[in-house]
């Protein structure tokens, strides 16, 4: 069992952290990343997947639910694998509707998981919408790196704000919301600066929107694209133990999925 602060994850300052965004239903480049994960890991190493690992957005074949298979068995076994909440998974416990183009990604969902799991799906449409439940929102690491699948969001006024994000509701909360959805332009530096200082932190990684790879905003975001992506696909091998001042010491950290 995961041993979290509310929805925040806090990790020591030892070790290593694999960190892996926006998989969106492509489980081949999941299994390329879990084939590093492999290599890489040992008792203070970790894995932060930053939401986002279901719902195909870029290509045919949509293997949302074998990734949602093999996130939820490591999630529930192994305490140095943490899984972010993204806007889609969020969107499947809600049951807000979430398009493509003119398609209601919940909707393909269903289909999929009633061809995989017949007049079981609604049981195990249940079983994923209380994993998602279990998901923290974000990660706090010891050497003061702020993690989450959005972000910054104007709201969220201290670190204890995000430990109790998800406590209200997942509906109509600003503070949970902002963390899931916004995109550069509902922010903007200044808030990056603030935010950061909110929650006392020095740089955030985020996902959610797609970068070739990896891309700075300003000098204190870094936004990351591990498979749904303009271009590159990246992961970030971060040491936990180093001092960071800043995004751009992360950008070293960037490394490309072949
Ligand atoms: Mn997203």
Not at 83 to 93: D, F, Q
Not at 109 to 118: A, D, R, S, T
Not at 119 to 141: G, H, S
Not at 206 to 229: C, F, N, R, Y
């Amino acid at each position: 069992m995961h041993n979290y602060r509310g929805s925040l994850v806090e990790l020591p300052k030892k070790g290593k952290a694999l960190i892996i965004a926006d998989i969106h239903g492509n489980l081949t480049d999941f299994n390329k990343l879990m084939d590093i994960w492999k290599d890489f890991k040992k008792e203070d190493n970790h894995l932060v997947l930053i939401g986002d690992f279901i719902h195909a957005i870029d290509h045919d074949k949509d293997e949302s639910i074998e990734l949602l298979e093999t996130v939820k068995s490591n999630f529930e076994k192994d305490t140095n694998f943490h899984v972010l909440l993204g806007n889609h998974e969020w969107s499947v416990i809600t049951s807000v509707a979430i398009y493509k183009n003119m398609e209601d990604l919940n909707s393909t969902f269903e289909i999929l998981l009633k061809e995989k799991f017949q007049d079981k799906w609604l049981d195990k449409l249940k079983e994923y919408q209380d994993f998602f439940r279990k998901l923290p929102i974000a990660v706090k690491t010891g050497n003061k790196v702020f993690i989450s699948h959005a972000g910054p969001a104007k709201e969220v006024n201290s670190i204890e704000d995000v430990i109790h994000i998800t406590d209200v509701s997942y509906l109509n909360n600003q503070k949970l919301l902002g963390l899931l959805w916004n995109r550069y332009g509902d922010y903007d530096n200044n808030d990056i600066d603030s935010f950061l200082k909110n929650v006392g932190c020095q740089a955030m990684i985020v996902g959610h929107t797609p970068v070739d790879g990896a891309k700075l905003i300003g000098e204190k975001q870094l936004i990351l694209s591990s498979s749904l992506s303009r271009g590159n696909k990246a992961y970030i091998i971060l040491d936990l133990e180093k001092k960071i001042t800043n995004a751009q010491e992360i950008m070293k950290s960037v490394r490309c999925l072949n």
